[in-house]
């Protein structure tokens, strides 16, 4: 079975800078998507970033960039020039390479912004 | 245009009621899923449907019961609501088409009394 491991229950950053989430997956397939997402406290659920596994080179969405090692199963998220409505709790979730397939998310991080 | 949306977004109920949950999804996904979100944060899927037929069912307990009358609809009945039921459910799609990408509606929160 799959499993997702986000090892940071809490982070903060001081505005301005940058801030790295965790994430690690164990798997025994080849080929699978990855995903950061962001929940604030309105409890929706944003996408923040995806990764497909046999892509090597890192995705990248403005001020949010991942450090995806397939070998090490790890799936960081680099936030650079974090800004207050960066805060939010972020879940890390892993899904097969196969239509319909279920998602399996970390517990989650909780980001607090400083300004 | 709201994507996936959910009603009610509150639910305040009484142990032992039944109450449903609706979400409709006008993305043309040909997948929509439940997942229950708990008062740690913890996401568990708990059904997902593809094109009206179940494909997963975690081990959720029968008095959840969902129903996809078509493929862009999928409601949630909870059937003698006990106190553990609180939580806040999330409806989601997707296709394969966009990677896999889950989408989320905004979330309906549970109360039992």
């Known amino acids: 079975a799959q499993t997702v491991t986000q090892s940071q229950p809490e982070m903060s950053v001081q505005e301005a800078e940058t801030v790295t989430l965790s994430c690690t997956y164990d798997?025994?397939?080849?080929?699978?998507?990855l995903f950061w997402y962001k929940q604030p406290p309105s409890r929706q659920m944003i996408l923040v970033i995806r990764?497909?596994?046999?892509?090597?080179q890192n995705a990248t969405e403005n001020r949010f960039s991942v450090n995806f090692q397939k070998a090490a199963k790890s799936f960081s998220l680099k936030i650079s020039d974090s800004q207050l409505g960066d805060a939010a709790m972020y879940f890390c979730?892993?899904?097969?390479?196969?239509?319909?397939?279920?998602?399996?998310f970390g517990d989650g991080t909780t980001l607090t912004v400083k300004p | 245009d709201t994507a996936v949306s959910q009603t009610p977004k509150y639910l305040v109920t009484q142990m032992g009621n039944d109450k449903s949950i609706k979400c409709e999804q006008n993305l043309g996904h040909d997948t929509m899923y439940w997942y229950k979100q708990d008062s740690k944060k913890f996401l568990k899927i708990m059904f997902s449907?593809?094109?009206?037929?179940?494909?997963i069912n975690e081990t959720v307990p029968n008095r959840f019961s969902p129903k996809s009358p078509d493929k862009a609809h999928l409601n949630l009945h909870i059937n003698s609501l006990e106190l553990g039921d609180s939580a806040v459910y999330f409806c989601a799609s997707s296709h394969p088409g966009e990677q896999e990408t889950q989408y989320f509606g905004p979330g309906t929160r549970l109360l039992v009394l």
């Open positions: 449907y593809n094109n009206k037929e179940l494909i």
């Open positions: 979730a892993y899904r097969r390479f196969a239509n319909a397939g279920k998602s399996t």
């Open positions: 798997t025994s397939e080849s080929d699978y998507y």
């Open positions: 990764q497909e596994a046999y892509k090597q």
